[in-house]
């Protein structure tokens, strides 16, 4: 038996379990900004990181907290040039006038990159959208060696996927806006370390900042978690079903997927991911067959997001990003396996040649 299973089960009915006779077994929202708090303050929340957890109004306040939290004036971070945008216009925009030295570099090639001078080094694997690993045990150890903080964004994957911490992450990151609340209503994030002195920092960054969510985004976030496990277990297993039909289909170019045997860090991917996650790249003939595609899915909406119950996906080069014009950024959703590949044969054979 997985021993996590024990630790999803108990997030499940953490809320809810031992209720007395007449007690709603749901979570209700209270309309208060006061606690009764007796005695020495004290207590932390653990969430399914294992780890004290801090949440956020959004996955960007959660990146913030941590960024403006740890970096002083001349030091120095390493951001991925082949992550999540925002999180490097932000660095650039906001930090780098406070004297804050940024560096990049493309998520395959991190572990080679020397590390020494950094405060430090932000990680996102599979990155996105190009699904590029990089070798987060490795990484960790030569962070470490250089005295820097391993930070790992970990959205795409959900702590079910992967768990950096295990691996040797010192902190994560996470946009629940995405797979963990899943279902596309809800700005939301998270961060988690075993660091205390880190942890101390984004509280005091989080509360004297004003970055505190709502009540009935943590509402739906927590019902979201309910069915977490559920939701990423179905949706990876469909992707992998998916990527596999994809990969055999002449009208598809590439396909990118860490499940694959085919992705140049499957081994890896093996190694340091419990699931190989929702995220597929699919490359087309042109931006036309893409769009075309998309399009003519019935269940696969066309949008920029990811990781909700419902399949999504987009042609990523039109924001610009380095990828090729008919890459496609599928994100597969819950729906029952082969109807969705059923939809999507359909689709391709529609897309002409
Ligand atoms: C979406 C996303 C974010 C930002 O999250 P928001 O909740 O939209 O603010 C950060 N990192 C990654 C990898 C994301 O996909």
Redesign the pocket.
Known sequence: MDPLDTRFADCLHYATHRRRTGEPFETAIFNTTIYALPGEPQGAYQYVEDAETLIFP??????ASVLYSQLRPGDQVLLPSD??Y??RTAAEKFLAPFGVRLRTCPTAAVEREPLDGLKIVWV?TPS?PGLDLADLRAVAQRAHAAGALLVV????MTPIGQRPLELGADVV??????GVNGHSDA???HVASRNAEVMAGVRDWRRICGAIPGAFETWLVQRGLDTLELRFSRMCDNAQQLAERLIQHPKVRAVRYPGLTSHPAHALARSQMRRFGALIGITLADAGAAERFIDGCRYVRSAT???GVHSSAERRARWGEAVADGYVRFSVGCEPPGTLWRDVERALEAVGS
């Open positions: 959004s996955g960007m306040a959660a990146v992550g999540y925002t999180v996102e996105n964004d970990n959205t795409t990151v996470s946009s629940d806006t995405k700005l939301f994030g997001s990811f990781g």
